[in-house]
């Protein structure tokens, strides 16, 4: 008989710190967090120490002073006597505004572009082949400067529009096009139900959910009758009269009219004024990203096999059901996630605000505030603190419509 | 037999009808032009349109350039000689032809060091780019960096040759002991490394510069199209290493690692270049020592290298995910550690996965490095916006100067495209 006994337990060496697969994991964190803590202390250490030859404290108290610069483009009420906050507040929105246009219009140039580039038609797809390897190898910087001096330099003065020989008129008398920005007519209500004309537009905005919540519902009980019986019922109609009807009554009880821009003193008056740096970062900002969606536009329909389309087909299924059943909830897919790291770009790229003068966040936060008060850590960490927060709400929000559209497994 | 019942029956042929060519609609010109352009309505009418924009294009284009003047001084001076017409100003290019690619401020008989360190670095980028190039003239790629920086920078050699001196005893010392225990070897190098630095440092004499070989070129008088090169250049290079080390990180099983790294690339991520940069304008001098000076340039570096490491790891990571487990199991089962293990298995097919994504990265790195220009560098947009166009004979000359710029970077943002598409091709072996 043999008896099986352990192996005489290893009593603890020092050599096994490094040498035992056990234990050697510690050891290697070990020195990374004393190297992280004497990072820290040094780096904190100098900071300190630099701060108190500068005379300087970390405290966000500046932002409470009154700002004492002025902002032409802003959402929100401001004038030079509101504080920074405001200040940044009113560049928040403003990145945020800007962000969410060129997001749009990116979307849109970028499908066009990208399905185009698929078409049979050879000149078609080489010209967006061409339009997509020059907007994709020039830097967006160039493309932000190159817009903006064809809005301050190509466009006609005010000016212009004056008198009877006037070289440039406006478009449909309702459009003008200056080089100091954009003017458009602006809707208004000549008897709102509420006083306020910002409850009015609430309002209005009520009523498109409501009627989005009424086709939601209207698409769920033709499709139970589908279930039910195999006929889907028409409801295009019925969707429209949804749509149209509420709005339209809206608008008639409220008394839509619009404001429209005129030409008084030396500049245009009225209808709302899309400045030159917002039209130019928002241009050059979607057709730069634009190219790059096309790009994942046309990778994620190239990516649905050829036999799916057949096998639509083969079902019998007219083009326009091949597509929505068959071809674009399979690209989505595809499509989804480098859309929402190009959503991201946007977003991050709108900090080139500051070279149009665009009051973004890094215009007002990082530029002048910055600039006015030399609290330059804490104005770069409360940037950085705004983007960080808005990459990640972006993201996680994506995400989610990402999830909705992946497909099930079991 | 069957001849003459042939030739008896009338209604047959007695011989072949010679091929007739196929109908002029199905051949050469016409028949590609109505299968690619005019196949539908629709397509008809998009080819219209394209046809259309095209001929809007050139036409506004085509007269500018060929108008284009190229030897006046001014602005002024072109406009007397178009008289009116249509015609662009290109002599704005070639009289600021030094500042453009120089700078403002780099010494006018320098500027062969540039053009030198230029040349040499498309021979020692050649061989990382080329693999059927000889692998000998990576050592030259190896000693480029120092040679680039003596060229450009100037002043005493000693400098660049202690920092070489001390890589190649941290590669002794490596070759030596990294054979047996990686950690010794990669420690004892850096601690060698580290010495032969202080050591040499101290060895320079002050003043060293003074009378060297090359004058002495500050950075902050770098500029030019030569200052993005350069960024994009180094901080590529410097990002790698970088990049991977970090990838490796996010994949440890050691939490406090994965940590660190997790948190440094997603926050890196979640921000703008631009504020990072303003990081290195504004906020970096405050975390080093007082009486330390760093330069601008080095403190851009240091940022954008952090900003490209970022995401170089998160392609890097792509490409270890996609490795099968088994390569990880089998470099186990044969009995290497963890970085044999890397070193011989996984990050030769895991880069060679991510190269295309690095492309990417480079090239869209290498056009971000026109946004120094709003931290007050004068790299070529620096160069344009500042100098060039505030001057009173180029006041106003736009087109010629940013389409200039959009030229440089698109020829070399799409011949990087274009060698990594080539890449794809070659290393898709098509399994």
């Known amino acids: 008989m043999t008896n099986l006994t352990d192996p005489p337990r290893e009593s603890f060496r020092l050599s096994m710190l490094l040498n035992d697969t056990r234990y050697r994991s510690l050891t290697f964190q070990a020195i990374a967090a004393i190297v992280l803590a004497l990072a820290i202390w040094e780096l904190g250490g100098n900071l300190a120490q630099n701060l108190r030859a500068a005379g300087l404290n970390i405290s966000l108290s500046f932002m409470s002073d009154p700002a004492g610069y002025d902002i032409n483009q802003r959402l929100v009420e401001y004038d030079s006597q509101s504080s920074h906050a405001r200040a940044a507040l009113v560049g928040i929105l403003n990145t945020l505004l800007v962000a969410f246009l060129a997001c749009i219009t990116a979307t849109v140039f970028g499908v066009i572009a990208g399905v185009l580039r698929l078409s049979n038609n050879w000149l078609v797809s080489k010209v967006m082949a061409f339009y997509v390897e020059i907007f994709r190898n020039i830097p967006v910087l160039i493309w932000i400067l190159i817009i903006y001096t064809i809005m301050t330099s190509v466009m006609p003065g005010p000016r212009a529009f004056r008198g009877d020989n006037a070289t440039s008129s406006m478009l449909f008398d309702r459009f003008a096009f200056t080089n100091r920005g954009i003017y458009i007519p602006m809707p208004w209500f000549e008897n709102g139900i509420f006083g306020n004309p910002t409850l009015n537009w609430l309002l209005v905005i009520a009523g498109l959910i409501g009627s989005w919540i009424g086709a939601r519902s209207v698409t769920r009980w033709a499709n139970q009758k589908q279930e039910m019986t195999g006929q889907r019922p028409n409801t295009l109609w019925i969707k429209l009269a949804i749509w149209l009807v509420p709005f339209v009554l809206l608008m008639v009880i409220m008394g839509l009219s619009w404001e429209i821009p005129a030409l008084k003193g030396f500049n245009f008056k009225g209808g709302i004024k899309i400045g030159g740096p917002l039209i130019a970062l928002w241009f050059a900002l979607s057709i730069y990203t634009g190219a790059f969606i096309a790009e994942n536009v046309r990778a994620g329909i190239q990516a649905v096999s050829k036999g799916q389309t057949e096998a639509a087909a083969a079902l019998g299924l007219r083009a326009n059901r091949v597509m929505n059943l068959v071809i674009l909830p399979q690209a989505l897919r595809v499509i989804i996630p480098p859309l929402i790291s190009n959503y991201l770009n946007i977003t991050k790229n709108t900090s080139l605000a500051i070279l149009v003068g665009y009051a973004d966040i890094t215009a007002t936060l990082g530029g002048i505030t910055l600039n006015q008060t030399g609290r330059a850590i804490e104005c770069v960490l409360l940037l950085m603190l705004f983007y960080l927060t808005a990459s990640l709400l972006i993201s996680m929000a994506m995400n989610i419509y990402n999830s909705s559209v992946k497909l099930k497994e079991r | ?431």
């Open chain 2, 1 to 431: 037999m069957s001849d003459s019942q042939n030739n008896s029956v009338a209604f047959v042929a007695t011989e072949v009808i010679p091929q007739s060519p196929p109908p002029a609609r199905e051949t050469g010109v016409v028949k590609w032009l109505r299968e690619n352009l005019f196949s539908s309505v629709t397509n008809g009418v998009l080819t219209v349109v394209a046809l259309y924009l095209i001929y809007l294009v050139l036409a506004a284009t085509l007269p500018w350039i060929f108008n284009g003047i190229w030897t006046t001084s001014s602005l002024s001076e072109c406009r007397e000689v178009l008289q009116g017409k249509t015609g662009a100003c290109f002599s704005v290019l070639t009289e600021r032809w030094h500042q453009l690619i120089y700078g403002f401020k780099y010494p006018a008989d320098a500027y062969w060091r540039p053009n030198l360190a230029f040349v040499l670095m498309l021979v020692a980028i050649a061989p990382v780019l080329f693999f059927d190039l000889p692998r000998k003239l990576l050592l030259f790629t190896a000693v480029y960096p120092f040679i680039a920086f003596w060229l450009i920078w100037g002043g005493t050699i000693l400098a660049p040759l202690v920092v070489f001196v001390g890589f190649v005893a941290a590669a002794v010392v490596f070759q030596k002991f990294g054979r047996s225990s990686f950690a010794v070897g990669f420690f004892g190098g850096i601690a060698v490394a580290l010495v032969v630095w202080t050591v040499g440092g101290a060895l320079i004499p002050d003043g060293a510069s003074d009378n060297a070989l090359l004058p002495a070129v500050p950075s902050r008088d770098l500029g030019g199209f030569m200052l993005n090169l350069m960024l994009g250049v180094t901080c590529v290079s410097l990002s790698i290493p970088l990049g991977i080390a970090l990838a490796l990180g996010r994949q440890s099983d050691m939490p406090l690692i994965k940590g660190i790294c997790v948190v440094f690339i997603e926050f890196i991520r979640g921000v703008p270049l631009i504020t990072l940069l303003f990081v290195a304008s504004v906020m970096l001098a405050y975390f080093f020592p007082p009486e330390s000076t760093v330069d601008l340039f080095l403190r851009v570096v240091i940022m954008i290298t952090m900003f490209s490491a970022a995401y170089i790891a998160e392609v890097i990571r792509g490409g270890l995910a996609a490795l099968p487990k088994g390569q990880y199991e089998a470099a186990d089962s044969l009995g290497l550690d963890y970085p044999q293990a890397m070193r011989l298995i996984i990050l030769p097919q895991a880069l060679k996965i991510s190269i295309p994504g690095i492309v990417n990265v480079a090239v869209g790195l290498f056009k971000d490095t026109t946004l120094v220009s709003v931290i007050s560098m004068f790299d070529l947009v620096g160069m344009i916006r500042g100098p060039i166009l505030a001057s009173t004979e180029w006041n106003g000359v736009y087109w010629e100067l940013f389409g200039f710029a959009a030229l440089l970077f698109f020829v070399v943002c799409y011949g990087i495209s274009q060698y990594s598409q080539w890449l794809e091709r070659k290393l898709h072996k098509g399994h």
